[in-house]
């Protein structure tokens, strides 16, 4: 079992950074393949962004591509989700996820454990 918690969310203008982080509890964080997600209102759940166990691995949605990135620090259980040039379609709860498939998969039903979101708000 893995819980996870989101951090690192606000608000912030347009072009502005932020950076999320994702604390995981048990040991066996480093078997996981993490995810990004996000829901903005009124819309589903979409994928952002994922990395392979051992961080060698990203993939990411379009939207995300060239202004996200994300890393992982096994050592410490946590993900991050560095955002850059954020912009107010940006704005969403944003989750992160983890998967015991080998791949970085980009439908959330791939993922078993999830953080309770946090919230990312970009004024324009």
């Known amino acids: 079992q893995v819980q996870l918690v989101e951090s690192g969310g606000g608000l912030v203008q347009a072009g502005g950074s932020l950076r999320l982080s994702c604390a995981a509890s048990?040991?066996?964080?480093?078997?996981?393949?993490m995810g990004w997600f996000r829901r903005a209102p009124g819309k589903e759940r979409d994928f952002v962004g994922g990395?392979?166990?051992?961080?060698?691995?990203?993939r990411y949605a379009d939207s995300a591509k060239d202004r996200f990135t994300i890393s992982r620090d096994n050592a410490k259980n946590t993900v991050y989700l560095q955002m850059n040039s954020l912009k107010p379609e940006d704005t969403a709860i944003y989750y992160c996820?983890?998967?015991?498939?080998?791949?970085?998969?980009?439908?959330?039903?791939?993922?078993?454990?999830w953080g309770q979101g946090t919230q990312v708000t970009v004024s324009s």
């Open positions: 990395i392979s166990w051992s961080g060698g691995n990203t």
């Open positions: 996820a983890a998967s015991k498939l080998l791949s970085i998969a980009t439908i959330d039903g791939a993922y078993a454990y």
């Open positions: 048990g040991r066996t964080f480093s078997s996981y393949a």
